[in-house]
């Protein structure tokens, strides 16, 4: 007989799954989660009535949908229950059959025991040899019986047991369907109040866009009159009158101001001539009072000694005239303004024949147009790449063949070749950074710089432009890292 074992437990674990509710349909699969206003603008939903919107039920719902189609039905679990109730039934039955039919038996032994008993008192030799064995098959057959038997009542045992189970599981099978039905037909009416509120929520905008549209109707043509009106105002013959104006009153405001400049030279020239001595030099240039001139000393008489035999001293005086400062190095006739120079008076010292003369600008260096708005765009780049060629490198003469890439960043300068890196130094105390100072033919469009003690260059640049805005963009750098980028000696008046 075979047993039966109960592994219905974890097969009930594996197996067990909710009813899945297939009735439920949406109409779409997309909700808005927003409404729309007057003048097509979305209203956002009010903090007092916060409803999710349908894209989070859906999303919700069709999450649920999925983990019960992971699962088996209920009522899968529940068929399978009853099935196996009757199946113990069944087994429940045949064991009862075959009790009857080993109660049979033992009948049958004993009788037949009984007849070989009395039939061995009257048999003798060898009859009597064969009804001994026949007798002890006998007994053996009743062991053997009696052993099937009490296997029997143990299979009975579990048979009973097996059945009292199932017929617990089904009973639970049977409420948790009922818990399920009931959860499914909830779920069904939140579906149906969620569509219901959609199909409210698309009413109402649909009315809201009648109203609105006759009144965003009203304000496009409100909107394209205006339109019109100002197109009349502003018609192509009237704009380009006005540019032809304004280019020639620009025309005219560069002439007048050419022509105050010179007059102010003639003045000067006068207010020299008028005061004796000074009046051997003057100073010539396009612009002299503005940054990215170039300054050169000219004799103002004939008689006035040759500037070569002369001792030639730059210095930077204040508005008031109340401070003097040295520069270092401008001892040429020829010098360049540069940024630190802008807002003080340059004044030059000639020492000529025992007699002194000076020559100073008619007023404060003033900043070269546009300059301060291209540094700030420069500013706001990590790093700016200009093209420079190198004249000298520490103050011998270099050949200007090859042009290099002179990269102010805002930790460090770097001078390049191509691939190859001549200087790369971040700013110190040791940096110095200022306009040439030894004059020369583009003294405007050189500047000095000292990557290191004992490692110098003075760098040629295409424009006086460029060549400002790589002194006042490395400086403003340097200030950010704390650090006074400078000329020689140029410290100690700052």
Not at 60 to 79: F, G, N
Not at 287 to 314: E, F, H, N, V, Y
Not at 376 to 403: S, Y
Request: proline letters at 3%; aromatic letters at 4%.
């Amino acid at each position: 007989m075979t047993r039966i074992s109960r592994d219905f437990g974890d097969t009930m674990q594996k197996d067990a799954v909710p009813s899945v509710a297939a009735d439920v349909t949406f109409p779409s699969n997309r909700f808005p989660n927003y409404k729309i206003g007057a003048n097509n603008r979305i209203l956002e939903p009010k903090e007092g009535r916060e409803i999710p919107s349908m894209k989070d039920v859906v999303a919700r719902e069709t999450a649920q949908l999925i983990e019960q189609q992971k699962r088996m039905s209920v009522r899968d679990l529940a068929s399978k229950f009853e099935r196996g109730l009757a199946a113990a039934a069944k087994l429940s039955d045949e064991a009862r059959h075959r009790e009857a039919a080993s109660l049979e038996k033992h009948v049958l032994l004993k009788k037949l025991r009984d007849a070989l008993e009395s039939l061995r008192g009257r048999v003798a030799g060898r009859n009597k040899d064969d009804v001994e064995e026949a007798i002890s098959m006998v007994e053996a057959l009743a062991v053997q019986l009696t052993r099937r038997e009490g296997e029997l009542i143990q299979d009975k045992s579990e048979v009973k047991k097996l059945a009292n189970f199932l017929k617990q599981a089904s009973e639970d099978a049977k409420k948790l369907v009922d818990e399920e039905r009931a959860f499914a037909l909830a779920e069904i009416e939140k579906a149906r109040a969620a569509v219901q509120r959609v199909e409210e929520t698309f009413q109402e905008q649909e009315q809201i866009s009648q109203t609105s549209g006759k009144q965003e109707i009203e304000e496009l043509m409100k909107e394209v009159q205006e339109a019109r009106r100002i197109k009349m105002l502003h018609q192509p013959s009237k704009v380009m009158d006005m540019e032809h104006e304004l280019r020639s009153l620009r025309t005219q405001l560069v002439e007048k101001s050419l022509y105050s400049l010179q007059l102010r030279k003639e003045l000067e020239m006068s207010k020299r001539l008028e005061e004796g001595s000074s009046h051997l030099y003057v100073l010539d240039g396009s612009d002299p009072d503005a940054l990215g001139s170039c300054l050169r000393i000219i004799p103002g008489m004939d008689r006035a000694p040759d500037l070569s035999k002369c001792s030639i001293q730059w210095n930077r005086v204040s508005t008031d005239g109340s401070r003097k400062e040295l520069i270092t190095g401008a001892t040429k006739s020829v010098y360049a303004p540069e940024p630190f120079d802008v807002g003080r008076i340059l004044q030059a010292d000639i020492v000529a024949e025992d007699q002194r003369v000076t020559v100073r600008t008619s007023g404060p260096i003033d900043h070269a147009p546009g300059l301060g708005s291209y540094v700030e765009a420069l500013v706001r780049k990590p790093e700016t790449e200009f093209n420079v060629v190198v004249t000298q490198v520490n103050g011998k003469d270099h050949p200007p063949h090859c042009v290099h890439v002179f990269h102010v960043a805002r930790m460090r300068i770097k001078l390049c070749k191509g691939r190859i890196t001549k200087a790369k130094e971040n700013y110190s105390t040791s940096m110095q950074l200022c306009g040439v100072r030894g004059g020369g033919n583009a003294a405007a469009q050189a500047l000095f710089w000292q990557a290191k003690k004992g490692l110098s260059f003075v760098l040629a640049f295409e424009s006086d432009r460029e060549r400002n805005a790589a002194i006042m963009l490395a400086r403003r750098f340097a200030f950010d890292c704390n650090i006074m980028l400078a000329g020689p000696d140029d410290r100690s008046s700052l």
